[in-house]
């Protein structure tokens, strides 16, 4: 999907990280990760466009030093986007945003199909030791999908996940 070019200089730097040398690439995530939200649906359209994947990464990395804010954006699109290639940069994203983006991975769980929750579990997985308890407390749900999505992502994580898990399992949660 390419948006109109409501705004040159941003397609500009859209085409040096689809184009640019190393420093030039660089250059383009901080000034587009310095104009905000205005670059957010750019940023987006540039992830689900026939890209390689070094693209995908900075535009990634774009996002995430946007911040926060472009969480729902993100979510939005990978609900309405099949592309794996775009789920697993875009959830990668969502990954490195860390623990304010759990809540919302975990509300967008509970309506995806299976291989979206996939790409957000592994977020979560990203994420790590913060989205723990909010993970476990999952495993209390009345939902046996969101049972089972709780049970394979805590094992996911390893480590601290999968302590969890099994004292939660010890707790008869």
Not at 120 to 142: F, H, Y
Not at 147 to 171: H, I, K, N, V, Y
């Amino acid at each position: 999907m390419v948006l109109p070019m409501e705004d040159p200089e941003l397609e500009n730097l859209a085409a040096t990280l689809v184009h640019g040398n190393l420093a030039a690439r660089r250059d383009a995530v901080r000034q587009l990760a310095g104009r905000g939200g205005k670059a957010v649906p750019r940023l987006i359209s540039l992830l689900q466009e026939p890209v390689e994947n070094e693209v995908r990464w900075y535009a990634a990395v774009a996002l995430v030093r946007i911040g926060p804010q472009v969480i729902g954006p993100i979510l939005d699109a990978i609900s309405g986007n099949p592309d794996p290639r775009f789920r697993r940069y875009a959830a990668a994203a969502l990954g490195h945003l860390g623990e304010p983006a759990v809540a919302p991975i975990l509300k967008a769980m509970r309506d995806a199909d299976p291989k979206t929750r996939g790409f957000l579990a592994q977020a979560l997985c990203r994420i790590g030791e913060p989205a723990i308890p909010a993970v476990r407390k999952m495993l209390g749900s009345d939902d046996p999908v969101l049972r089972e999505c709780a049970t394979l992502t805590l094992w996911q994580m390893g480590g601290e996940g999968l302590e969890s898990l099994l004292s939660s399992m010890d707790d008869g949660v």
